[in-house]
């Protein structure tokens, strides 16, 4: 039984399934404008020490149309005071906390202390709402999670290693594109490798890992935190940039997934985020759906 969502290493391949049919289940009441609130009276703390678009407006649109609040906040845990006491205050307080932080060690501990359910909204080593997004937009493009291949092209940083943790439990081949130097952490791929069904593959070489493909997945070159990295991974990952040519190496039908923001010119050229492959919009939305199953799962 879920009672925090850390990390999608810590779900079973049924819980993220359930997860999923539940989102798709929301996503079809919202468009379907059917009013379902089953966390009247409920209260989210929404705890924010990064700034954020997709994630504070899906978060706060989510518990607004489930029937309850979400209190924005935003501040630099354990820094004013401890992480336990704020937990301890949370908790007195509110039915659920999600957490958007720097620190994975820091959400860890404010779980641990907080008696209610705890969301990991992104952290510096997982990103796992985002990808549980990411699976619900692919699904809905691809019908099928057997036998898809995902080719991540870019930095093995905390969204690879939750595609990582997503295809250890669900049977999907996924491949890290990247220079040497910028791999994923080793104990993630090696986790992946250890408990997955399809292929974990690291590799430097583009066309052999992109080859196959049926969705081509990068994020931002130097993540928050990283500014001071800006030019010099500019240069190792210019060869790795998501433009035609690359895209023309994956199958036919191949979908585009970035999970935003996108640096236009860097990472991805404006003809792959604006062409008919492009999904990063469904993922987006997706975002609403996907929080409001985890929402509903821990707080209900």
């Known amino acids: 039984m879920m009672n925090d969502f850390l990390s999608l290493a810590d779900l079973s391949a049924d819980e993220i399934l359930d997860l999923l049919a539940l989102a798709d289940d929301l996503k079809k009441k919202r468009d379907q404008k059917l009013a379902y609130r089953p966390l009247e009276g409920k209260t989210l703390a929404m705890v924010f020490e990064k700034p954020s678009l997709r994630t504070r407006m899906t978060f706060e649109v989510g518990i607004y149309e489930l029937g309850g609040l979400g209190i924005f906040y935003q501040t630099k845990l354990g820094e004013r005071e401890s992480v336990p006491d704020v937990a301890r205050n949370l908790e007195r307080w509110v039915d659920g906390i999600m957490a958007r932080t720097y620190s994975h060690e820091v959400l860890v501990e404010l779980a641990k202390y907080a008696s209610v359910p705890v969301i990991n909204a992104l952290t510096d080593q997982e990103h796992p709402c985002q990808i549980l997004a ?13 036998g898809l291949k995902v080719a991540f092209v870019g930095d093995g940083n905390n969204v690879f290693a939750s595609w990582a943790h997503f295809a250890a439990r669900i049977p999907i081949d996924l491949t890290l594109v990247c220079p040497a130097g910028y791999e994923a952490d080793p104990k993630v791929v090696e986790f992946a490798r250890a408990h997955a069904k399809g292929k974990i593959v690291v590799t430097q070489d583009i066309e052999s890992g992109v080859a196959g493909a ?48 996108a640096h236009r010119g860097s990472e991805v050229t404006d003809s792959v985020m604006d062409s008919p492959q492009s999904i990063v919009f469904d993922q987006a939305e997706s975002r609403l759906h996907a929080q409001k199953a985890i929402m509903i799962t821990l707080m209900k």
């Open 214 to 261: 049926d969705a081509v997945y990068t994020d931002v070159w130097a993540s928050m935190g990283q500014e001071e990295e800006t030019a010099l991974r500019a240069k190792a990952f210019a060869p790795y940039q998501v433009n035609d040519r690359l895209m023309a190496m994956a199958k036919k039908d191949a979908v585009f997934m970035h999970c935003l923001p």
């Open 134 to 146: 990411d699976a619900q937009a692919l699904r809905k493009h691809k019908g099928d999670f057997a």
